[in-house]
């Protein structure tokens, strides 16, 4: 996987090398080996991101819509979230990432969502409660404790 960290608190070398490792981890583990190898993914760190977009993060496609290979992840990295929020939440993105790559979630410009065979209208979405979404938040937290015990064992 092609993976660059930039934006706020990007300097920082042990949360970018930490947010490396998980990355890769995570691509690896949702995706398999042979395929996170042929991912582009630009992660973006934000200040207050929440407070600004009212999300702890964001993943879209930059690349062809069609073979999803290209990615840009947004996670808020304000100073008061501690390296393990980032890292729970960079999990949820990168299910997203999963659920673009296996073409499973497709966004449409109108605000409408397809999920798996079913469309949902930009109307009827409640993102807590929506398919993609339920599958994120049941993975992340897993995710997360997988990578963690890989890195205490390393």
Request: net charge negative.
């Amino acid at each position: 996987m092609l993976l660059s960290i930039n934006g706020y608190r990007s300097n920082n070398k042990f949360m970018a090398d930490t947010i490396d490792r998980a990355s890769r981890f995570y691509a690896d583990t949702l995706l398999g080996k042979r395929m996170s190898k042929h991912l582009i993914v630009d992660i973006t760190l934000i200040n207050n991101m929440k407070a600004k977009e009212d999300a702890y993060g964001y993943c879209s496609i930059t690349g062809d819509v069609k073979k999803p290979r290209e990615f840009e992840i947004e996670i808020d990295a304000s100073k008061e979230h501690i390296l393990e929020d980032l890292l729970i939440w960079l999990a949820h993105e990168f299910v997203h990432l999963k659920q673009f790559v296996r073409l499973e979630l497709f966004d449409y410009e109108s605000g409408s969502v397809q999920w798996k065979s079913r469309a949902f209208s930009a109307t009827s979405i409640d993102e807590e409660t929506a398919p993609w979404e339920k599958e994120a938040y049941r993975l992340e937290d897993k995710l997360y404790l997988q990578f963690q015990n890989t890195e205490i064992t390393v």
